[in-house]
């Protein structure tokens, strides 16, 4: 081969390339303006929307305090202020019927469920315009009661931190033990769950794969959850499950790998809210 | 060549009496009728997949190729260079 023809050869590669690294960086442009506009969008939404300001985690592990899920179908008066503005967050769209909080985490946001679509909100966002954030979602297997055996609530692993990705903290012993609770609200109600367990889970669709009506079906769920099948797990073994226990299961993308990385929480107490 | 634009005319003629947004405007006696009234059904789609949504963030494929390529055009370069350089 000649200089000559060596030369075009290059000369050639470096256009193509150029081109490509044009277009990967447009792309990823296009793509941080994107999640710029879908993070503003959400922190005006938590302060219009929601005031979390004086929660905090616990500072020490509240053995003892512990209610049994039994108390879960008698909501415990007295009634507790709800921080989270429901009625103005509905007329923006129907869909939301629920806040989820987690302290100490970006785990602030609204939750939703279409029922037409299941998966509208894996992107699209709180006033249903898309984005690839999307929004914390359940689907239509689940009531907007949280009074099911296991109800679950989606969340995208997010590069910058957002939507689910400080689920990831638990995987930390330290901030594990340290943060033993988080907090649902609904337009009446305020949920307190006590996390169970947080570990890597395959990618198993959870609700279509197990019929948690079937006793047994959910009590072998329940001991997964103390004991799952995972290295990379922190568990509370001094949390009692039984068949009357309503988990949460809050999911998203591991850091690396096909499965998923799941945090799961027992409901401890519910309460009215004013 | 006239049998050409016969045939064309005669395609535009049929596609435009053929969709109802065309017809509506023809005053004609073979235009295609109104439907009554439309109503849209939604139809709902529950997530019947065996596999949980993927909620991962998906731009680490997009920097692979982005270093990949700042490599391979830096390298390119570099050689393009010492040739340059050689004559």
């Keep these: 081969m000649n200089q000559n023809s060596k030369k075009k050869i290059l000369i050639i590669i470096i256009v193509v390339l150029v081109v490509i690294i044009l277009a990967a960086g447009g792309y990823l442009l296009v793509r941080h303006l994107g999640l710029l506009s879908t993070g503003n969008t959400y922190k005006e939404a938590q302060e219009s929307f929601a005031n979390f300001t004086t929660e905090k985690a616990p500072v020490t592990d509240a053995e003892g305090s512990f209610i049994n899920t039994t108390g879960a179908t008698n909501p415990i008066p007295p009634s507790v202020?709800?921080?989270?503005?429901?009625?103005?967050?509905?007329?923006?769209?129907?869909?939301?019927?629920?806040?989820?909080?987690?302290?100490?985490?970006?785990?602030?946001?609204?939750?939703?469920?279409?029922?037409?679509?299941?998966?509208?909100?894996?992107?699209?966002?709180?006033?249903?315009?898309?984005?690839?954030?999307?929004?914390?979602?359940?689907?239509?297997?689940?009531?907007?009661?949280?009074?099911?055996?296991?109800?679950?609530?989606?969340?995208?692993?997010?590069?910058?931190?957002?939507?689910?990705?400080?689920?990831?903290?638990?995987?930390?012993?330290?901030?594990?033990?340290?943060?033993?609770?988080?907090?649902?609200?609904?337009?009446?109600?305020?949920?307190?769950?006590?996390?169970?367990?947080?570990?890597?889970?395959?990618?198993?669709?959870?609700?279509?794969?197990?019929?948690?009506?079937?006793?047994?079906?959910?009590?072998?769920?329940?001991?997964?959850?103390?004991?799952?099948?995972?290295?990379?797990?922190?568990?509370?073994?001094?949390?009692?499950?039984?068949?009357?226990?309503?988990?949460?299961?809050?999911?998203?993308?591991?850091?690396?790998?096909?499965?998923?990385?799941?945090?799961?929480?027992?409901?401890?107490?519910?309460?009215?809210?004013? | 060549m006239k049998k050409l634009v016969t045939i064309a005319i005669a395609v535009m003629i049929m596609a435009f009496s053929a969709f109802t947004a065309f017809a509506e405007s023809v005053n004609s006696p073979v235009a295609t009728t109104q439907p009554e009234t439309q109503t849209t059904t939604i139809v709902p789609t529950p997530d019947d997949d065996k596999t949980s949504p993927k909620t991962g963030s998906n731009d680490i494929m997009v920097y692979s190729v982005l270093a990949l390529s700042v490599i391979g055009c830096g390298a390119a370069a570099a050689v393009l260079a010492k040739t340059a350089k050689k004559n």
């Design chain 1, 81 to 274: 202020d709800n921080p989270v503005n429901f009625k103005e967050l509905q007329a923006q769209n129907p869909d939301i019927y629920a806040w989820i909080h987690m302290p100490d985490t970006n785990v602030n946001y609204p939750v939703l469920q279409s029922d037409q679509d299941d998966n509208l909100y894996l992107d699209h966002d709180l006033y249903k315009d898309y984005s690839f954030p999307g929004a914390i979602y359940s689907q239509s297997k689940n009531n907007k009661e949280f009074t099911d055996r296991v109800t679950v609530l989606y969340g995208h692993n997010m590069l910058d931190g957002s939507m689910f990705a400080t689920l990831h903290n638990y995987e930390d012993e330290t901030f594990f033990n340290s943060h033993p609770d988080f907090y649902v609200y609904t337009p009446t109600r305020k949920l307190t769950y006590r996390v169970v367990s947080a570990y890597d889970y395959d990618d198993r669709h959870i609700l279509n794969s197990f019929d948690f009506s079937k006793n047994e079906v959910f009590s072998d769920w329940l001991t997964a959850a103390q004991s799952p099948h995972s290295i990379y797990s922190n568990v509370r073994t001094d949390v009692k499950l039984d068949l009357n226990s309503k988990m949460l299961v809050l999911s998203t993308c591991q850091n690396g790998g096909d499965g998923r990385y799941l945090v799961q929480g027992v409901l401890i107490k519910d309460e009215q809210t004013k």
